[in-house]
């Protein structure tokens, strides 16, 4: 047996397992409309590659990821394009954002699929691009678009793999379930995994000892693959990605850092299936399990769901109580969120819905006021100091969340479990966070503003400088010019125009004499042409060149008459 | 050299004050050179904390003018874009109260807005682009101007310069990326007999 590390703090919560998993997995008919968002993943949003109305077969590209943290996303069943626009989607926020709404044909028909059954053959390159193609994000809650996790950078050789079969949170059985009924597939896409991180020489599936058959129906499989299952007890929160590196290897991931940094990537069990699919079968993501439960629905089991599907479609295929519900959560009851509507669709990180009645979960009590109890503490398995954030938080004291590490919060919830107060602390930590970014954001803004500001003045001042150094120059050299003129009157200055224009006047001998040259000298000209033409003639030249040499000499007479005319009126 | 410390003790002694003095008054000098410090530099603190929208609600022709008058004593509730946020923390730094915004100046606005062109309207005049106190609109005489939302601070001055009224302040675009977590409510005041059941926020799922 594989030694394990003990994490601090953490919880003890009923666990709710079993409800979900008297049955195996199912599928549902498919829904009069799917709904994909185009982010489901963390990253920028895909950006939509179809038009309105274009028809698509299932696991067609219907968006392209935009930029490098980003994923592609597939029709999820063959059918029409009916609707691009925002809808409310899987977030904490209600709020919308782009879908693509697909109406089902019905036919379910796949594009041309092809697989690569030698991938130990396929350069890893090869093997991340048609994980990239794929669509493949984190399925275990976060989303984290799979092929940049395994593409760390040759400064940081891996030689541990983690995949996290941990689930943790009550009520959850998906991956549990796709253990007990698909780990062949599961070894294979891990085989995968390890082929493209280079073979590191630690591959662990950290599983918690409440899954005993689902460690069964793994052991089998990874005989002499070098391959671990390390199992270790059920705590809350065992999952987190630091809290299980630490739980396996002993490890503790600095702040700040991303287990890369240390040699480790942990990947979720659900998406080492997905890249198997994707490898082996050229699937792209589809579809995921997802675990269906609460009291609210008579059905509880765990379903192969189509990407898209409406969170209303599912619970009225499990008999919803509507009556019976206090919410409806999308993950599980410690970090889930309650939906705002139930026409929320199902994404890509969407493990569980959970339909509790108000007996199972009954409704928050008002908070009260904080006793300094300090279960929080005990509980909080980040070592992180949950009370004085606390107060921090309420203070708005920005300075001192961060110094109390407050970024390092996992959000799990365990301290708002334990606080006899109900005080809402994990609410309190999230909108510090966002508040903190906020503010920090404006701080940039504000800095550049300031910058754009006073390169704004700067060159407005010296555009000023330079204008007033060209009005100095001016002035100046006007002044030089009055220096070096000669300080006449302005009768003088009339009387030197006069004797220029005189100088320019001729006598009328002179002009007559002009007149007499040009007439002279067109004579000239003619007797020349003449003399030209003669010689033509006699040598027998073209017809051609014999006209040419006859205009030039009536040119000639021409201008001849011309400036005879010209003397004439000049001696009149 | 002894002998005359022994004879005339007094002088002496005021020789080696003398002495003493000159050489600390050169070393204080020296370093007050060496070590000088350009500008004030609690004017940079409170500049720091202004907003950097450079509109001159304050009355200052910017945000470093103001912090100027700050360091000089002027009131610190002037500026309407910072906010009562912005009072608090240069009351904080300058360790005086905190008091409410100042409403001559204008109030304090709940959304961010940003300039926004309706560009068929524009007749390219570049009025608005000399009025930008941050370089933020593009655009060349007698052609069509735009404004780069990203380093827009809302500041309005170029809504007045333009003669045909094409420019409007649109609030700032927020998407799923720009949500906050809201604040649940502080626990101040109630007592264990106040609580209804039920009624309270179906927040997060605790």
């Known amino acids: 047996m594989r030694q394990t590390w003990v994490t601090p703090g953490g919880v003890h919560p009923p666990e709710n397992k079993h409800q979900s998993l008297t049955q195996p997995i199912g599928t549902l008919p498919i829904p009069e409309k799917l709904v994909v968002p185009l982010g489901q993943h963390i990253g920028a949003p895909a950006i939509a590659c179809v038009k309105l109305g274009d028809k698509v077969l299932k696991g067609q590209k219907i968006a392209d990821p935009a930029g490098t943290v980003s994923a592609a996303i597939h029709a999820p069943t063959s059918g029409i394009i009916s609707a691009i626009e925002a809808r409310p989607i899987a977030h904490s926020s209600g709020m919308e954002a782009l879908c693509i709404e697909i109406t089902p044909d019905g036919k379910d028909q796949w594009i041309d699929l092809s697989g690569i059954a030698d991938f130990e053959h396929t350069t890893p390159e090869a093997l991340l691009s048609i994980i990239t193609n794929a669509g493949i994000a984190g399925m275990g809650g976060a989303g984290f678009p799979t092929a940049v996790k395994l593409n760390p950078g040759f400064q940081r050789p891996i030689d541990t793999l983690i995949v996290n079969a941990t689930e943790c949170e009550p009520y959850i059985t998906a991956d549990d379930s796709l253990i007990r009924e698909r780990a062949e597939e599961i070894i294979e896409g891990i085989r995968i995994l390890s082929h493209i991180l280079g073979n590191p020489s630690n591959i662990l599936i950290g599983i918690e000892d409440n899954k005993p058959e689902a460690i069964k129906a793994l052991e089998p499989h990874t005989l002499d693959t070098g391959i671990n299952v390390v199992s270790f007890p059920t705590k809350y929160p065992s999952g987190g990605e630091k809290q299980l590196i630490y739980i396996l290897t002993g490890q503790e991931l600095p702040s700040g850092q991303i287990p890369a940094d240390i040699g480790v990537v942990c990947v979720n069990i659900g998406t080492t299936y997905a890249i198997k699919r994707a490898v082996v079968e050229g699937e792209p993501l589809v579809s995921r399990v997802t675990t269906m439960t609460g009291e609210a629905c008579e059905i509880n089991r765990n379903y192969d769901v189509l990407i898209g599907t409406p969170v209303s479609h599912m619970l009225e295929h499990n008999k919803f109580n509507a009556e019976k519900c206090s919410r409806v959560i999308m993950g599980g009851p410690m970090m889930g969120f309650s939906l705002t509507s139930k026409d929320i669709p199902i994404v890509k990180t969407s493990n569980c819905i959970l339909a509790p009645s108000v007996e199972e979960i009954p409704h928050n009590e008002p908070a009260q006021p904080c006793i300094r109890c300090g279960m929080c503490a005990e509980a909080c398995p980040v070592s992180l100091l949950p009370q004085q954030l606390f107060w921090y938080s309420q203070a708005k004291d920005h300075e001192r969340l961060q110094s109390h590490n407050l970024f390092d919060c996992i959000e799990c919830g365990a301290c708002s479990y334990v606080c006899p107060s109900n005080i809402p602390l994990v609410q309190h930590y999230r909108s510090s966070k966002s508040d903190i970014k906020k503010a920090e954001e404006e701080n940039i803004k504000s800095a550049q503003a300031r910058e754009r500001f006073e390169f704004r003045q700067q060159r407005m001042e010296q555009a000023e400088k330079e204008r007033e150094a060209k009005r100095a120059a001016r002035r100046e050299a006007a002044l030089e010019a009055k220096k070096t003129a000669s300080p006449n009157s302005a009768a003088d200055i009339i009387a030197a125009a006069q004797a220029r224009t005189a100088a320019k006047q001729m006598s009328p001998e002179q002009e007559q004499a002009k007149l007499q040259r040009a007439v002279s000298s067109a004579e000239m000209r003619v007797q020349k042409a003449q003399d030209k033409l003669d010689a033509a003639v006699a040598s027998e030249e073209s017809d051609e060149k014999l006209k040419i040499l006859s205009a030039a000499l009536s040119g000639a007479q021409q201008k001849l008459e011309k400036a005879k005319v010209r003397l004439a009126e000049q001696s009149n | ?206």
């Open chain 2, 1 to 206: 050299m002894l002998e005359f410390i022994f004879q005339n003790p007094i002088i002496s002694a005021l020789i080696a004050l003398a002495g003493l003095g000159l050489i600390f008054g050169a070393l204080l000098g020296f370093a007050a050179e060496k070590f000088k410090i350009e500008g004030d530099p609690v004017i940079d603190q409170i500049d720091s904390l202004l907003p950097q929208t450079q509109c001159g609600q304050c009355g200052f022709p910017g945000c470093r003018p103001y912090a100027e008058s700050i360091a000089e004593g002027d009131a610190i509730n002037k500026c309407p874009p910072g906010g009562q946020s912005t009072i608090n923390a240069i009351a904080n730094l300058l360790d005086v109260p905190a008091p409410e915004l100042d409403q001559e100046h204008g109030e304090e606005a709940d959304v961010k807005t940003v300039a926004y062109i309706r560009e068929d309207e524009c007749i390219g005049c570049t009025k608005c682009i000399q009025a930008c106190p941050v370089d933020a609109i593009l655009g060349a005489a007698k052609l069509m101007h735009t404004v780069i939302a990203d380093e827009c601070t809302g500041c309005d001055l170029c809504v007045e310069p333009c003669p045909v009224d094409c420019i409007d302040m649109l609030p700032v675009a927020t998407g799923i990326n720009q949500w906050q977590w809201p604040a649940p409510p502080t626990v101040n005041g109630l007592i264990a007999t106040d609580r209804t059941h039920g009624s309270s926020s179906h927040g997060g799922a605790v």
